[in-house]
């Protein structure tokens, strides 16, 4: 079977200007890329402000084209697809429904659009099917009346889902789809994407930096720093036992709602991350608890982690002296 | 004597906005207490009105309001400002409304201190760059020298931090203060705020909506509701037994590793929060409230379900346990 979203070796450089004379620093954003989404799954992608994932989605929704590396969508090259194929199979849900709703529009005409932007659907059949979707994401013919401005955050993101699903798209990439909303509006979004995808059998990319709410949507998750993905695992495998010390990093600074945890310190120190200038090695070195002489020098290669997935860290290789036996690491997990 | 006690606060906006409606709260020397609820049910407002920041044209009213002793309703801007600052600290939600984009780090930093110390400018910049340590910046010295907008939002909110810490302050009102911030971040931040606490008995007033932080940093917990408090309680007794149907189908929405499964909906509240008219009566909840009945639209009264715990509502103290062994 093929998968519904496919990346290989997927790489993209940001020239960024620092003033009049000074050189322009290169910002790697997403350094050598690879995975399959098999259809129908949800593959959620973590990590760190920064670390490169809106920039993967924008690769993978085509507005963004890439240095390096290609994009198969449901088995066919995306940069070999015009604008409008690619808008039937494939379509975001961002972050800020307010920003990315035009404000002087209607919601119904808001829904529309891409509709119109096919060119080849009647405009009766558009506006049924308008309506059906607007009723699917449990908005009402009143509120599809209403100007973005008029409405709650959740239910701008409602509106956000609708124009998403209205083409009836196979895939759908979420870049932080409810970061902007409430915790009581959010699990009204979260339950809604979820009873969307079984009953359209939909395929989700699912960004976000919210590790609960990761654990409860994804089937797999990719965890990202500076760029890589350095761990990849079956959602289970990776929550129950993760195998990169960066993952595990990020596992322990969630503070679930459980009282007198207090919060743990997690050891990674103060320095943050400059996606200008990626550490030899090992991209994590520098912050890693555990890192020991071989990771500032060569770069770990992706081992095989419990669960069937990967984790790029010198500690999995069975072979690397000083490294941890396996056992230590889960008992520390 | 409470360290800030805050009775039956109301504020309004020309006249017509009722943003805060009767809050009251404290907070005790060395102690945590979190402020939580939905976008714009108040919380900002409550703590803009107790640091007397609110806008133009806004009105302020209290039964009491009052620093650890002192009370703030009548004092002059002027003494209130001799406050701000020193004795009494805030950390705003948007970090850009109180960093000048004209000066330096270093120069909105000592200053502070000068004004409120008359410290001399080598100490005030030595104690700014211990405090820019403190909150985990590298390189305090080049950061002093540094403009705002030459800052990530990490850094920016973490300068904030320490300038609300650079006098001291006994009390430190903090608006969502690690919201922008990665979780490993947030969780360094946290953890220097309680070793503060521990160290100098601060006592701190921390909004967020993020229950999760609530959970592990908080000693009492208030839950706002369309201007009002509904619920208050020790930390682990709200968390355990919750009275007010909104705080219950608060805590149900959040998602607890290993609590709800994947493909289980989580639990929400349905509707949005309403718009409160003036001269309204009754539970301003009571239209997604799944428990409603007609003497919900009448006076609610204000209850006690144990030590410390206080809730608002027409249910009796004990109807969750009531309704569990049902
Ligand atoms: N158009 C651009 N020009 C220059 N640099 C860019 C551009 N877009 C992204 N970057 C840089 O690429 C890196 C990755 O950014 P990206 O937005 O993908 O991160 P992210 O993981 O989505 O972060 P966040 O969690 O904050 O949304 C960052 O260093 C960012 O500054
Ligand atoms: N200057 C103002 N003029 C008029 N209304 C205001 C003003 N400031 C706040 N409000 C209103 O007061 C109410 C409470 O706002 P507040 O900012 O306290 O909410 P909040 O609980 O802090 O929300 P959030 O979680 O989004 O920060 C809102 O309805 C808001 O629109
Ligand atoms: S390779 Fe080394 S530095 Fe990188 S995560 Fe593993 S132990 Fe840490
Ligand atoms: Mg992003
Ligand atoms: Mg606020």
């Known amino acids: ?333 | 004597m409470s360290l800030l006690e805050v009775r039956g606060l109301r504020v309004t906006f020309g006249g017509r906005t009722a943003a805060v409606r009767g809050a009251s709260l404290s907070v005790e020397k060395g102690e945590t207490h979190c402020l939580v609820g939905e976008s714009g049910c108040g919380k900002s407002v409550t703590a803009l009105a107790v640091m007397n920041l609110l806008a133009r044209g806004a009105r302020r009213e209290a039964e009491a309001l009052s620093f650890a002793g002192q009370d703030l309703r009548h004092l002059s801007d002027r003494e209130m400002s001799r406050l701000r600052g020193d004795r009494m600290a805030m950390i705003f939600q948007e970090p850009m409304t109180s960093l000048n984009p004209a000066y330096t780090i270093g120069s909105q930093m000592t200053e502070v201190l000068r004004r409120h110390r008359g410290a001399p400018r080598a100490r005030a910049a030595e104690r700014a760059a211990e405090l820019l340590a403190r909150v985990g910046i590298t390189a305090p010295g080049m950061r002093l020298g540094q403009y705002p907008h030459q800052l990530s939002g990490g850094l920016r909110q973490r300068v904030m931090i320490a300038m609300a810490l650079m006098c001291d302050p006994e009390l430190l009102v903090a608006d969502e203060p690690t919201t922008a911030l990665d979780v490993t971040v947030q969780a360094q931040i946290l953890r220097l705020l309680a070793g503060l606490q521990r160290d100098l008995g601060l006592g701190i007033l921390l909004i967020t909506h993020d229950l999760g932080i609530v959970a592990r940093v908080a000693d009492r917990v208030s839950v706002m509701y369309a201007g009002e408090v509904v619920e208050s309680a020790p930390t682990a007794q709200l968390f355990a037994a919750p009275r007010h149907p909104y705080t219950r189908g608060l805590l149900r929405c959040v998602p607890v590793p290993g609590k709800v499964r994947r493909d289980e909906p989580l639990g929400s509240i349905p509707g949005v929060v309403p718009r409160i008219p003036p001269g309204f009566r009754g539970c301003a909840f009571r239209d997604r409230c799944p428990h409603a009945a007609p003497a919900c639209a009448e006076a609610v009264p204000r209850q006690e379900a144990g030590p410390g715990h206080e809730f608002l509502c027409t249910l009796p103290p004990d109807w969750a346990l009531r309704e569990r062994a049902a």
């Open chain 1, 1 to 333: 079977m093929t998968a519904a979203i496919e990346v290989r070796g997927l790489r993209r450089v940001f020239r960024v200007r620092q003033g009049l004379f000074a050189p322009p620093r290169q910002v790697v954003a997403v350094d050598g890329v690879s995975f399959a989404v098999p259809a129908g799954s949800v593959l959620g992608v973590v990590g760190e402000s920064g670390c490169g994932k809106s920039t993967l989605a924008r690769l993978i929704l085509g507005l963004l084209p890439p240095t390096e590396g290609e994009v198969l969508v449901d088995g066919r090259r995306l940069s070999e697809m015009d604008r409008r194929a690619r808008a039937r199979l494939i379509q975001p849900v961002f972050q800020d429904p307010f920003a990315s709703l035009n404000p002087r529009r209607r919601v119904k005409d808001i829904v529309a659009m891409p509709l119109v932007a096919q060119g080849s659907v009647p405009a009766a059949e558009a506006a049924r099917r308008v309506a059906e979707m607007l009723e699917r994401v449990g908005l009402s013919q009143e509120q599809g009346e209403r100007f973005p401005a008029q409405l709650s955050g959740g239910q701008r993101q409602r509106v956000a889902i609708a124009r998403a699903l209205v083409l009836r798209p196979r895939i759908v990439v979420c870049d932080e789809p409810t970061s902007a909303l409430d915790v009581s509006v959010q699990a009204q979004i979260l339950n809604l994407l979820a009873e969307l995808r079984r009953d359209l059998g939909l395929t989700y990319l699912f960004i976000s930096h919210n590790l609960a709410v990761v654990e409860h949507v994804a089937s797999e998750v990719a965890v990202m720093y500076l760029g890589r993905i350095v761990e990849r695992n079956e959602s289970e495998a990776l929550f129950r036992a993760p195998a990169h010390p960066y993952t595990r990093a990020l596992l322990a600074s969630v503070l679930t709602p459980e009282p007198g945890l207090g919060v743990p310190d997690v050891g990674l120190g103060d320095t943050l991350p400059d996606p200008a200038n990626i550490p030899p090695g090992c991209r994590f070195h520098p912050r890693c608890p555990q890192a020991f002489g071989r990771c500032p020098a060569e770069a770990p290669a992706a081992w095989p982690a419990a669960g069937g997935g990967f984790a790029e860290c010198h500690l999995l290789d069975p072979a690397a002296p000083g490294a941890a036996p396996r056992e230590a690491l889960r008992q520390e997990a």
